[in-house]
């Protein structure tokens, strides 16, 4: 004869909702999602009502007018008769360009600095120790300002490279520091591939072709130098790649300017001012420079905290193989550190990329200062502006983030 053990099923009651601890915490989340939505409806309502009171709508089309206004540091054609949406594209260009310009000097910075502050030398590591101290604990923007106040008041006025006997020469005859900025050789090609135009903005093709060819060129050098791991990891024999990876590394990209007719177009004095080759104006450098040094004194310890995670046997371990210091911090140590340092470093590139928005401080044309700041003084669409601002800050540092997680994930320990 079958018995039933089991305790009788009771049937479903709202009461369970709450008493229930099986379906408690999901009645707890849909009600707060509830009142979430709730709270954004009452806001967005309010918020077509205040501006129906003022006479406003919604809307973007201030993107397509007259933008009025021009922007001294522009990467792509721009100039007063472009649209307001135009005139974002550029402040949006040279946000990014200046992120990733200050990303790279700031690791490279910050990286030297906290490996020298554990240097055994007392002198260095003190040096290295007030660098730090001093620069984390004074605002970035004072910094910023500072380093404006200098390049303006203490460099040359490009007058004073005139005559037969000039106050103030040239670099290398080839870069001009003056108090309206830094001239340095532009690239020219006389057998250009001339430009394509993508959403409006006109990239060089001279400039995509030497970008893919060198990431193509990278690419196969990581190849080869894992096809090569491989190879020693199964005879225990690495093979001779530092030829290969120059032929590599250089040929191709050389093969390319040589038949693009590549050459470099000098900065000239002419007239009250240089002309040719590229002008890094004071504003992109005070940013660029205020944001490394800055930001550099917090990835330095960022790196100091990331080597000392490392048990000391390892390097130990090297120096008993008489791998030289040097040798052992480059191959042994940093690549163990890396999945400590990886996590705070995003961090630390997401607030050099918002920081950027400080620009305005000392007339860098940023996104904040174009859309943000002189289209919505002129347009009166504050909301909208704002709205697709805070959009675009978001895409880029989501952007950011994702790129820095793929690389946090091929670094950290496998767990078998």
């Known amino acids: 004869m079958a018995m039933d053990s089991g305790a009788p099923q009771r049937s479903f009651t709202l009461g369970m909702l709450l008493y229930d601890t099986r379906y408690r915490s999901y009645t707890i ?107 984390r604990n004074v605002p970035v923007l004072i910094w910023i300002i500072v380093v404006s106040a200098v390049m303006s008041e203490s460099m040359p006025a490009p007058s004073a490279f005139r005559g037969d006997t000039p106050d103030a020469s040239m670099l290398f005859d080839s870069i001009a520091i003056t108090n309206r900025g830094v001239y340095v050789p532009g690239p020219l090609f006389d057998n250009s591939l ?9 990239p060089s093709l001279d400039i995509i072709a030497v970008i893919v060819v060198l990431a193509l060129s990278i690419w196969a050098n990581v190849r080869l130098v894992r096809h090569a791991a491989k190879v020693q990891n199964a005879t225990g024999i690495r093979p001779k790649t530092w030829w290969k990876s120059i032929l590599i590394l250089l040929a191709p990209i050389t093969i390319l300017l040589f038949a693009l007719g590549f050459h470099l177009d000098y900065p000239e004095l002419r007239g009250f001012n240089f002309q040719g080759g590229i002008q890094m104006r004071n ?18 310890e960022i790196v100091r905290a990331g080597i000392l995670a490392i048990n000391k046997g390892q390097t130990e371990a090297a120096y008993a193989l008489g791998v030289q210091p040097s040798k ?52 009166g669409r504050e909301l909208e502006g704002m709205l697709l ?28």
């Open 283 to 300: 504003s992109l450098l005070a940013m660029w420079l205020g944001l490394s040094i800055y930001t550099a004194a917090f990835i330095a």
């Open 29 to 135: 989340q849909i009600f707060a999602l509830i009142l979430l939505m709730l709270g954004a409806a009452w806001l967005v309502d309010n918020t077509i009502r205040n501006l129906a009171a003022l006479g406003k709508d919604f809307s973007f089309d201030f993107l397509w007018s007259t933008s009025g206004y021009d922007i001294s540091q522009r990467p792509i054609e721009y100039d007063s008769t472009y649209t307001h949406g135009r005139a974002a594209i550029v402040g949006l260009l040279n946000t990014l360009i200046l992120a990733v310009m200050a990303c790279v000097t700031a690791t490279v910075i910050g990286v030297i600095a906290g490996v020298l502050r554990l240097s055994k030398n007392w002198i260095v590591a003190k040096l290295m120790t007030v660098y730090i101290e001093t620069f």
């Open 328 to 379: 052992t911090m480059r191959l042994v140590i940093l690549p163990q550190a890396l999945r400590v340092i990886v996590p705070p470093l995003i961090s630390q590139y997401l607030n050099i990329t918002k920081n950027t928005s400080l620009g305005l401080a000392v007339g860098y044309m940023d996104l904040r200062s174009t859309l943000g700041g002189i289209t919505i003084n002129q347009t």
């Open 389 to 416: 601002m805070m959009l675009i800050y978001l895409l880029v540092s989501l952007a950011i983030s994702g790129v820095m997680n793929v690389y946090n994930n091929r670094v950290r320990l496998k767990e078998r």
């Open 194 to 202: 001339g430009t394509v135009s993508v959403l409006g903005v006109q």
